[in-house]
């Protein structure tokens, strides 16, 4: 049994915890996946000619769980998450985890877990789906054989929090991902030319840097890790619309459905950084690590623009927290209790 973590210290980093959940498939057989066994966190055994490690054929998922005031663990639209896994799979030629099997194998993982889940208020457990190409070959081309396996750890803000009420970003004229390519996809290869961007950016003093379309580098697209919304100063809220270069967030499209619910009037379009700079109120980044961070300013060559009103968000993410952490009531039906009995 691995130790417990402070839980008043932990930050978005990993602690090893008592299980992980392992399955190969291989689309030569039939069924391709195996029942997947829970094992101790451990490394796995990998091929060095995996085209995982030459070619990036890997992808993954983030997702939470979060204790309620009553001690129940509720997951939050898993079945988004084991969807856009699919969909991955499909754009890198892995084969695809079914998704009702996914959202069982995130269970198991955290019911293997429970005791690293946080108590209520104190924490998350972050739940981390990856698949890999495991079968050995050399040349560039389709492989048969796949690992999908799940781990987790308790997690913290993604932010220390810093001295601005809020992120400052740093505005990357340039693309984080191609034009035509893997951007809509949660692909392993998409993060890797961007450790190096962030990391300047973080030298510089910014929390993050916010990236511009690959193609005419003018619209918004996403920080490293979160989509983003702008609050224009007539009241409407607008976020860029799915493409080729925007990762389909599930707290992208919760925030969407919560900000309609409460009559704000929301856009998906192409926004201009000029016309962030010229008529945002309020600016924020969404996502699952980030859940609804307040973006205090952005810089874009060497002139801070800072965005006063945190009132779209802030309304937004009272109920987005609400309904995560069990303590408002689901009225989208959004949350998903895991069974917390261990099977035999
Ligand atoms: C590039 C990128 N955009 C957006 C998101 C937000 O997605 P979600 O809300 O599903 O976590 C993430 C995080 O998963 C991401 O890595």
């Known amino acids: 049994m691995k130790p417990l973590p402070d839980w008043d210290a932990l930050s978005f980093s990993l602690t090893e915890t008592d299980a992980i959940w392992v399955c190969r498939g291989d689309t030569r057989r039939d069924p391709v996946w195996d029942a997947g066994t829970l094992r101790p966190f451990e490394d796995l055994a990998i091929s060095v000619a995996s085209p995982a490690l030459s070619y990036g054929l890997g992808i993954f998922e983030g997702m939470k769980a979060q204790r309620a005031p ?30 009702a099997r996914f959202i069982e194998a995130v269970k198991e993982t955290v019911r293997a877990n429970a005791r690293f889940v946080p108590p209520h208020g104190r924490g998350t457990f972050y739940v981390r789906p990856v698949e890999w190409a495991s079968e050995a070959r ?44 893997t951007g809509w996809a949660k692909a392993a290869g998409n993060y890797a030319g961007g ?13 993050d840097v916010l990236y511009l379309d690959a193609r005419h580098v003018r619209f ?17 809220l607008v976020t860029p619309p799915l493409d080729d270069q925007i990762l389909p967030g599930v707290t992208r499209l919760s925030a969407i459905e919560v900000a309609r619910s409460l009559g704000m009037r929301v856009e998906e379009r192409p926004i201009g950084i000029d016309e962030v700079v010229a008529d945002g ?9 980030y859940t609804l961070a307040r973006i205090h300013s952005v810089t874009l060559r060497g002139k801070e623009t800072s965005f006063p009103d945190d009132t779209a968000r802030a309304a937004i993410f009272e109920i987005i927290r609400g309904i995560q952490n069990g303590t408002r009531e689901d009225t989208f039906g959004w949350t998903v209790p895991v069974d917390q009995t261990r099977r035999a």
Request: charged share 20%; aromatic share 8%.
């Open 220 to 236: 918004v697209t996403e920080t490293s890790g979160s989509n983003v919304f702008c609050a224009l100063r007539n009241g409407t």
């Open 70 to 99: 009553d001690g129940t663990i509720l997951l939050f639209r898993p079945d988004r998450n084991a969807e856009r896994f699919r969909k991955s799979a499909e754009r890198l030629t892995l084969a695809p985890f079914p998704e």
């Open 138 to 181: 050399l040349g560039l081309g389709m492989v048969n054989g796949f690992t999908v396996a799940m781990y987790g750890s308790p997690v913290g803000g993604y932010f220390k929090v810093g001295g601005a009420p809020g992120l400052r970003l740093l505005v990357k004229e340039q693309g984080r991902v191609a034009p035509g390519g």
């Open 195 to 207: 450790i190096l961007v962030s990391a300047e950016a973080k030298k510089q003093g910014f929390d």
């Open 281 to 289: 109120a309020g600016l924020f980044a969404t996502g699952t690590a």
